[in-house]
């Protein structure tokens, strides 16, 4: 799976997603839209066509071109796919 966050640099979301992705060790794209009016409009372009409207906020985050959200939506993203673990998940065979 590949993340690609479009976000700003002086953005405490946007850093908090970083690192948030680094932590799960992720391989994800980091393109601030600040630097370059393209990528700003490639963000804008990738999240009315996911939502119908443009973004306010930043980040704007999508995972294998999916819409995510922002950073509050891709934490709780990771909250559910927590697994409670069963004894069966293991094949340990015959004791």
Known sequence: MY?????????????KALQLLQSKMLEFGYYDILADQ????????AVEKATGRFAETVPQIFV??????????LAASFEAKKEVVSPDDFNIGEL
């Open 38 to 45: 393209q990528v700003y409009k490639l963000m804008q372009d």
């Open 3 to 15: 993340y690609t966050v479009y976000g700003k640099q002086d953005c405490n979301y946007c850093k």
């Open 64 to 73: 294998d071109g999916a819409y995510v959200g922002g950073y509050t939506e």
